[in-house]
């Protein structure tokens, strides 16, 4: 069974930097049908799509972290990253770790992922 286990969250000021990582098991990375995503939620809202890298490697973001946020992947690793660089306060939310096999047209930032990780917690303070 797939298991994706988020790390790295945690509480920082506005402006500040965090790394989120997700560590994959008994999912392949590697493949050119690998489809793998952050999205976040915050209580009472829908979870959102962050960022998207698909299997050779091209990227899609939500327009309001865009010139911020940074999606990438080590396939040695099996691990998936996301850099969160000036960070606001509306980024404040739970961030989990998405994956699923999707053709490069099929891998958006829609809310239809196989697998999904338990999620870490983001806090900026203003």
């Known amino acids: 069974q797939v298991q994706l286990v988020e790390s790295g969250g945690g509480s920082v000021q506005a402006g500040g930097s965090l790394r989120l990582s997700c560590a994959g098991s008994?999912?392949?990375?590697?493949?050119?049908?690998?489809?793998m995503g952050w999205f976040r939620q915050t209580p009472g809202k829908e979870r959102e799509g962050v960022a998207v890298?698909?299997?050779?490697?091209?990227?899609s973001y939500a327009d309001s972290v865009k010139g911020r946020f940074t999606i990438s992947k080590d396939n040695t690793k099996n691990t998936l990253y996301l850099q969160m660089n000036g960070l606001k306060p509306e980024d404040t939310a739970m961030y989990y770790c998405?994956?699923?096999?999707?053709?490069?047209?099929?891998?958006?930032?829609?809310?239809?992922?196989?697998?999904w990780g338990q999620g870490t917690q983001v806090t900026v303070s203003s």
């Open positions: 890298i698909d299997g050779d490697g091209s990227t």
């Open positions: 008994r999912y392949d990375l590697t493949t050119n049908v690998a489809c």
């Open positions: 998405a994956a699923k096999y999707a053709s490069r047209r099929n891998c958006g930032t829609r809310d239809d992922f196989s697998y």
